[in-house]
């Protein structure tokens, strides 16, 4: 199951949509859906893996966090820079996976299932 879909990503940062397609930024949907999205999936279930079974369930959290970090990367690998505001939700968005691994933070009890 997927943590986030393309739509999810690009409600949480809409000037993607026009950068779609567009410009020398070069970043289809595709992109997006199969390897940004996933490799937000990876980064989630590596930083989780040693306290919940993953995948997880869905959660709309995960979702925002997996969303979060997908923009970033996109914006990593395609812009010329990261917004400042982008960076900090990235930093928060690992954060709150750090405390949720650690301990401090739990997944809601339909979203994951502990080791």
Known sequence: ?????LN?????????????GTGSLQITSEDISSVYIADAEGII??????RYVTPLASDPAITDL??????YRVLADKAPRIPDFMQARYTNATSI??????????LGTNSGQQV
């Open 1 to 5: 199951m997927a943590y986030a879909t």
């Open 8 to 20: 999810d990503v690009l409600r949480r940062y809409t000037p993607l949509v026009s950068m779609l």
């Open 45 to 50: 279930n590596l930083y989780l893996g040693s």
């Open 66 to 71: 997996c969303s979060d970090i997908a923009i």
């Open 97 to 106: 996976l750090s405390m949720i691994r650690d301990g401090q933070m739990t």
